[in-house]
């Protein structure tokens, strides 16, 4: 049958679907988005402590178990994170889910990293560059947003939509109270809109909109040893996530196991002897260099990351929770390594860096 615009029981592109999600503890949840809405997206616009981390299809954080109704994927899911037997199962990404009709899901909500997500004017307040061609990158906000520690936020230069995202490097206030500035570090990406425009004259008062946060890697296993493995400006939320349960655990120790090229790009010196002296024997630091000459003075380990991680670090792997963040292949090869080491999978929290121009 035809359908016109005053038929009162045509259905729109947009009318609302039902979304029930149960919690494995037998939860129940139901809000409404848009017909053809992204399913995370919609959730997290209405406050909904929806699991997600990249928001692209890359980390599989969302996963997301579609019991009924039709969802489309807008990623192959056979080149997504999820396994052929989480596919098999019905799982879907929400971060890539558009909604075709009313749903009932499984997923586990309630991670508690939920804060509201705020779009916000900022300038530039520190462009400071470092080395190995990074740049410390602080906005002062026109309003204070708060963030936990371990999450991100995008940025867009204002009159521009290209939008980046950076973790914080900062330790959140720990009354929760909104951060009126917040700082990054950003790797030179040659070749990125972004990244050359950044990089190429100081851009100290410049506006930007800042939208966050975003994110759920802190929010798990307080009080219990962390191991923080960072390649480059991975860095970044392990500064935070070390510095946010320093304060909030009394016995929490912290391993970070920074890789970076060469001993000339060894940067953010001074944030890290700032954690250092703050965490006195509960903090050590172990450097490794990938690309560092031969013959040089450089006494420290070598290799990637990956090598750094062993029995000599004298961890109790069953027992620690590791904190990864650096690129998508750095970081899958340390999930696996210290999967074989013994570190419990559902205690690896990890943040894929994904490169400029992924979808
Ligand atoms: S795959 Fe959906 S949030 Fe990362």
Redesign the pocket.
Known sequence: MLQTAADPTARTRTDPCKITVRGKDGAELVFEVNRNDML?KAAIEQGIDYP???????????KTRLVNGRVSPMVDLALS?LTNEQIEAGFV????AKVRTDLVLEAKLGGGAMLPVKTVPARVVRWHKLPGEVIDLRLALETPVPFNAGQYCTIAESGSFTRRSYSYYDTPAADGSGASEIGFLVKRLPGGKFSEWLFAEDRSGVKFWVEGPFGVMGVDDFDRDGLCVAGGTGLSPILSIVGDRLRKSKTAKFTIVFGVRTAKDIFANDRLNALLAEGGDRVRLVTILSHEPAGSSWTGPRGLVTAALDETLGIDYAQTAAFICGNLGMVEAVEKRLIGLGVQADRIHADKFVPSGTP
């Open positions: 995370l997600h981390n990249c928001r692209v299809g890359v980390c599989g954080t969302c994170p990404l929400a971060c890539q």
